[in-house]
């Protein structure tokens, strides 16, 4: 099998981590949030022209609008962000990402925002009340074509081109919130999600179809350190034997998250 | 369940000071006048979570980007 093969774990593989695999975050929509800055600071996840990257997250969504999944940023004020959100249309549900270079750049040749309507092929209606993944795989090289894909449930949705624009120095990641920060007032938390969020994965590397097929595993979600690639960075929320609100990384990374402005009423017995 | 509450940002400090704050790190409205905070138990003032959650939505804390 080559190096990026995909190679399903085993059953007997599994059942040591599938045991503690039985709970689950519920954001409040309002102030909740996952932060995972120590993921930014491992330098995994920067859109530089050189790196490759996948972010896997698993949710069930509440169907409230622009409510964000995950979003990176600068902390300078220079309006350099990337973000997964969800977005509703009338009963149309779309995923989609958004990223920024600056203020008047984008870091696709499209526009800032790649989005995917549930009426398109492969796409999906995130709040149905199931468990869904979202998965994005980033080759950052400068102007290539199919740079960006979008996977959801396992299926490749949308791909974008990239601009010749880069995104260099994220020093922040959160989960369930989109975070700006611009200079001169506080910290910009904007479009907090009230999802049910599980499990978040980060690879050092562009996942391929089928790779991102083994991800989603027919919806049920494994022990993706049995997958080859293995995840850099891997959190169960509410999982794993961490003290809340700590969030232990189980990957290979020892980049340790936080829940924040959580209160562990908020950890619940739910898992895809 | 969490009891929210919306604090003039000057009062924010004071407020988080209750030991039944559950906000850490506050989230403040687009203009950056007010925090929403959460408390363990009902407060003077406070609002359910699904009148926080309507209220986070709206145009003063949601924001939409535009397209570059």
């Known amino acids: 099998m080559s190096m990026h093969g995909v190679t399903k774990a085993s059953a007997a593989a599994l059942s040591p981590a599938s045991r503690f695999r039985t709970k689950a975050y519920k954001l409040d929509g309002v102030e909740d949030r996952v932060q995972m800055d120590a993921v930014a600071a491992s330098g995994v996840l920067d859109w530089d022209g050189v790196k490759k990257w996948s972010v896997s997250i698993w949710f069930k969504d509440a169907g409230v609008n622009q409510s964000s999944l995950w979003s990176m940023t600068n902390g300078i004020n220079n309006y350099r962000w990337i973000e997964m959100y969800t977005n509703y249309s009338g009963a149309t549900g779309q995923v989609a990402f958004r990223g920024y270079a600056d203020t008047t750049h984008a870091l696709l040749t499209s526009g800032s925002t790649l989005i995917v309507s549930s009426t398109a092929p492969n796409g999906i209606l995130p709040n149905d009340s199931n468990w869904h993944n979202v998965t994005l795989a980033v080759d950052s090289a400068s102007g290539l074509v199919g740079g960006l894909d979008i996977y959801l449930d396992g299926a490749l949705a949308a791909t974008g081109n990239n601009s010749t624009r880069q995104n260099v120095g994220l020093d922040t990641l959160k989960v369930g919130v989109l975070f700006k920060n611009p200079a001169g007032a506080p910290p910009g938390y904007t479009n907090n999600s009230p999802m049910t969020v599980s499990q978040f994965s980060v690879y050092d590397d562009k996942l391929s179809s089928a790779q991102v097929a083994s991800v989603w595993a ?52 739910e898992q895809p | 369940m969490k009891h929210y509450k919306v604090v003039a940002a000057g009062d924010v400090e004071e407020a988080m000071s209750n030991p039944a704050c559950v906000t850490e790190d506050p ?24 009148q926080a959650l309507e209220l986070v939505q709206g145009p003063d804390w949601q924001t939409e980007d535009e397209e570059p």
């Open chain 1, 218 to 269: 027919n919806g049920n979600s494994v022990d993706e350190r049995g997958l080859t690639p293995a995840p850099v960075h891997f959190y169960r929320f509410g999982n794993d034997g961490a003290a809340f609100p700590d969030v232990v990384d189980i990957g290979t990374g020892s980049a340790t998250g936080r829940a924040e402005n959580m209160s562990g009423l908020e950890v619940v017995a």
């Open chain 2, 27 to 50: 989230r403040y409205n687009l203009a950056g006048t007010h925090a929403i905070l959460s408390f363990r138990v009902p407060v003077d003032g406070c609002i359910n979570h699904e």
